[in-house]
Structure formats: structure tokens, C-alpha cells
T-cell receptor, first 113, second 111 residues
């Protein structure tokens, strides 16, 4: 039972390049989230999905796009990477009524030069 | 806008020295307050959910409590393996059920 798996774990990009981060969960969860974590700023929500085929903007969505074509997968795309997008990205999923406990992946460290 | 403030930012304790971490919050319609533990290079790991003022939860050396404005994570007789960053988060009402996080308290327990 893998839980939430993120790929890749590390990536270095040049300014202007594009890439996609993949999140896969095997718990049949409806809700999925992408957060970024920067020193001193905690985890901030980028985009989220409340079910297959749905996506919505979070607190810091600019410069990112997402897709949820399959229930188990949530993709985060950077069309034209900028140094400000250097961060650690975490995917999470959850599916409980009431308070929704989230399960997180191990993170993807992205550096944009 | 939901807000979560954690203090202190960092805390160093000697093994066996008990202390508390604070999480102050403002949220419209609290659905739950969460505590997570995060080890270096890993994702946050769930510890507790608290739902209403007066509630307490315990797990080994950790006890979480909740009032209408803040939560405390009490650490009794800590060990070096308790060293980690402890994150507090709130979940408000609404369909998205996302968490709003504080910036965390980095705890170091010295042997």
C-alpha cells in the first residue's frame, strides 16, 4: 500500500522550461491537493481537486496548471518556469466526511535556475 | 481569511525537559484543527485532529488540546527521536476541505 507517490523527487530546470509533476494515490480518495513549502512560509495551497475531472485554484495558483483526468492521478504543470517557483512541492489526498485528514507524499524538490 | 500562527519558531530542549508548542488560529466555521509532524526531507505525517474547544488527544509523549482561539501541543519527557517540525493546520467549512497551515515549530531534543 504505497499511499501517495510523487514523481520526480528532484528536478532542476532553466528559466522558461516546462515540466509536469505527477501525483498518484492508491486509496481511492476523492480530494487531492498540491501545496508548495518555502522556508518560513509554511505550506501554501496551489490548486486542488474535489473529484475526477474537477480542479480549482488555491491560494497561490499563478504560473501553475493542473489536471485530474483519472481519479488516482493529479498532475501539476509549470508552462514557463521562473526562479520564484523554486520550492518543495507536496501532493496530498483525503476522503473523509467532516474533518478531512490528508495524507501527504514525500515531496518533489524543484530548482529553477 | 483563515490564519494560523505557530510559536515559537524553534525550540531546543534537553531530553526529559517537558514543554508546549502553541498554535493560534482564526477561522470561519472550524471543521477541525490538525497537528502534523514533518521530518527533514519527508512529507507531513498526521498526528491528531481536534474538533471542538475542550477536546484533548494523546499519543505517547504528545498531548494536544484545543480552545476557541488556540491549540497546544504538550510534549512530556521528550526523547531525541521527537525532534522534528510540528505543523498546525485548520480546516474550515466548505466543499474543498483544504488545510491552512502555520509555518511550524522546529523542535530539537538534545540527548
Amino acid at each position: 500500500n504505497a499511499g501517495v507517490t510523487q514523481t520526480p523527487k528532484f528536478r532542476v530546470l532553466k528559466t522558461g522550461q516546462s515540466m509536469t509533476l505527477l501525483c498518484a494515490q492508491d486509496m481511492n480518495h476523492e480530494y487531492m491537493y498540491w501545496y508548495r513549502q518555502d522556508p518560513g512560509m509554511g505550506l501554501r495551497l496551489i490548486h486542488y481537486s474535489v473529484g475526477e475531472g474537477t480542479t480549482a485554484k488555491g491560494e497561490v495558483p499563478d504560473g501553475y496548471n493542473v489536471s485530474r483526468l483519472k481519479k488516482q492521478n493529479f498532475l501539476l504543470g509549470l508552462e514557463s518556469a521562473a526562479p520564484s517557483q523554486t520550492s518543495v512541492y507536496f501532493c496530498a489526498s483525503g476522503d473523509r466526511p467532516g474533518a478531512n485528514v490528508l495524507t501527504f507524499g514525500a515531496g518533489s524538490r524543484l530548482t529553477v535556475l | 481569511e483563515d490564519q494560523v500562527t505557530q510559536s515559537p519558531e524553534a525550540l531546543r530542549l534537553q531530553e526529559g525537559e517537558s514543554s508546549s508548542l502553541n498554535c493560534s488560529y482564526t477561522v470561519s466555521g472550524l471543521r477541525g484543527l490538525f497537528w502534523y509532524r514533518q521530518d527533514p526531507g519527508k512529507g507531513p505525517e498526521f498526528l491528531f485532529t481536534l474538533y471542538s474547544a475542550g477536546e484533548e488527544k494523546e499519543k505517547e509523549r504528545l498531548k494536544a488540546t484545543l480552545t476557541k482561539k488556540e491549540s497546544f501541543l504538550h510534549i512530556t519527557a521528550p526523547k531525541p527521536e521527537d525532534s522534528a517540525t510540528y505543523l498546525c493546520a485548520v480546516q474550515a467549512g466548505g466543499s474543498a476541505r483544504q488545510l491552512t497551515f502555520g509555518s511550524g515549530t522546529q523542535l530539537t531534543v538534545l540527548p
